[in-house]
């Protein structure tokens, strides 16, 4: 029994950030479906994006959960995350979004900006986070400005296309390094049925699901721990010593998050928040 990828009859489903985020982890997909596949004694079928491999540091962190009946849950369990940055270079803050309302927030000091000219036409702006697991392995965080006219024209699987995209076209020498760049704390727990895939499979019985919980502030990140998920919020500061303004990620429209592994360009978790999604000043 094998996993076959094909997109032939799949139909990629639309963005649906109802309650302010939406998002997919191809690399969890994967496992479970073949992981599925094994078990129940099935061909299953993913589109050629569940084709991706991720880094061990992600595929050893996947957990899987069966039943009742031909039922699997996917998702990415990492250790906390902490931020892999020099002393004093990241503090809360708070920041208004691009609705005009004020949001808790993280500010980071001297960080690598890319803008349109430097990257694609599509982000606003690009920033890329240095972060470690708590076993010291690296992991690098990826936010995306994006407008929202420009995000109401992609479909779901659209959004790991354009993560490896901007990840690839990354070059920190075009980059400006801005004195500070500020972005709302990201606070979401949400769980897809996968019913484009589910749909493909429906002859043999298998149901995947998939859930992404985050908490991202100035202490760090926690992915799919819900244990962790009740973090402290960033505290309110004012923004003080700074002679030019900010970069403010999140000020001009929704923000794309995604992780990749040290070394690697393939985006992992890749998640899109509206401004629903961020936690009130």
């Known amino acids: ?46 589109p050629l994006i569940g084709a991706f491999e991720a880094p061990a540091v992600f595929d050893s962190l996947t957990q899987l959960n069966y039943g009742p009946g031909r039922t699997v849950r996917a998702h990415i369990s990492l250790d906390h995350l902490t931020w892999a940055m020099g002393e004093g270079q990241i503090r809360p803050a708070t920041m208004s979004d691009y609705e005009g309302i004020h949001r808790q927030a993280i500010a980071f000091s001297n960080l690598a900006v890319a803008t349109p000219s430097s990257i694609s036409p599509e982000p606003v702006a ?26 109401a024209r992609l479909d779901l699987y659209h959004l790991f296309d354009l993560a490896a995209k901007m990840t690839t076209g990354f070059d920190p020498k075009a980059a400006q390094v801005q004195v500070e760049v500020i972005m709302p704390v990201q606070r979401f727990d949400f769980q897809r049925d996968m019913t484009e895939i589910n749909t493909m499979n429906q002859a043999t019985g298998v149901e995947l699901h998939q859930r992404i919980t985050a908490h991202l502030d100035a202490g760090g990140l926690w ?35 995604w992780l990749t592994a040290s070394g690697s360009t393939m985006p992992v978790a890749v998640a899109i928040t509206t401004a629903q999604a961020w936690p009130l000043r």
């Open 1 to 46: 029994m094998a996993v076959i990828f094909s997109d032939l009859g799949f139909t990629a489903p639309p963005i649906n950030a109802e309650h302010g985020v939406d998002g997919l982890d191809v690399s969890s997909l994967r496992l479970a479906m073949v992981a599925a596949s094994q078990t129940w004694k099935v061909d299953l079928r993913l």
């Open 126 to 151: 690009l920033i890329r986070v240095p972060m470690a697991l708590l076993d010291g392995r690296a992991v690098l965080l990826w936010a995306a400005e994006l407008w929202p006219s420009f995000v």
């Open 223 to 257: 992915v799919n721990t819900p244990a962790h998920f009740a973090g402290q919020d960033a505290a309110q500061t004012s923004r003080t010593g700074h002679k030019a303004d900010p970069t403010v990620i999140g000020g001009l429209g929704p923000i794309l998050l």
